[in-house]
């Protein structure tokens, strides 16, 4: 779901090409991807990394919509050493148009196995246009609230351009706070389309007081290949 950062694919990829399917009033779409970093929200989640994306959502014609979502993630143990695992995300929400708005409402899961922490975010994104704004808000594990805001430009030779802004407020876990302060993450991609396949190269930098403590990089570059069909 996810890959200007993960929280804004997520409501792209309901809105991915889709195929009729044997349902009345539905649609089914697949989307798979390649990477040269997984990064979710300005960090990365495959120790710099590639990693194989992919996943599948079911649309209903009256707004109604349930996915999934995988990837390869490296999780750290408890010496130390980092080891490959899957994450998989769930999602289902609704979908609607009001005047001008688009407005999608809808809650996901993001699982990680036994080498990470898993959760769930309810969600609401409004988009107008080319501009959206989202609300993510843990209900589960963390308490943290991720807003954001994005824009997409079509340019000159069908190059796309993508642009994000986030601010995730620190939530508290046993009374501590979980990140210890708040995070900035700022996204910028530049794609384009061909006949099969879809590229892009994104630039993501996060302002955190403690990246350097825990050993992330603030800024990274990734590449994208991806598909839908």
């Known amino acids: 779901m996810k890959t200007l950062s993960k929280a804004v694919a997520i409501a792209s990829l309901m809105t991915a090409g889709v195929m009729t399917s044997t349902a009345a009033n539905a649609e ?21 990394g590639p990693a194989l994306q992919g996943g599948a959502d079911y649309s209903h014609d009256s707004g109604a919509y349930v996915g999934t979502w995988l990837s390869n993630y490296e999780s750290e143990q408890d010496d130390g ?8 995300d769930i999602y289902a929400g609704y979908w609607m148009e009001a005047g001008d708005l688009e407005i999608d409402l809808g809650l996901a899961t993001y699982n990680y196995g036994e080498g990470g922490y898993d959760t769930t975010e309810a969600y609401a994104v409004v988009t107008r ?17 991720h807003l954001a805001v994005a824009y997409a430009a079509e340019l000159p030779a069908d ?11 620190d939530g ?49 570059v990734f590449l994208t290949a991806g598909t839908e069909f």
């Open 28 to 48: 089914v779409s697949f989307n798979a991807s390649l990477v040269s970093d997984y990064v979710f929200r300005g960090f990365s989640f495959s120790d710099n």
């Open 81 to 88: 050493s980092l080891e490959t695992d899957v994450e998989y």
């Open 129 to 145: 246009g080319a501009v959206s704004a989202s609300v993510y808000r843990d209900i589960d594990a963390y308490n943290t609230t």
């Open 159 to 169: 190059l796309a351009l993508d642009l994000s802004a986030g601010y995730l407020i």
């Open 172 to 220: 508290e876990v046993d009374g501590e706070d979980y990140w210890g302060d708040d995070i900035v993450d700022l996204s910028a991609s530049l794609g384009k389309s061909f006949d099969m396949v879809d590229v892009s190269l994104t630039v993501t930098h996060i302002d955190y007081e403690f990246a350097a403590d825990i050993g992330v990089d603030e800024t990274l």
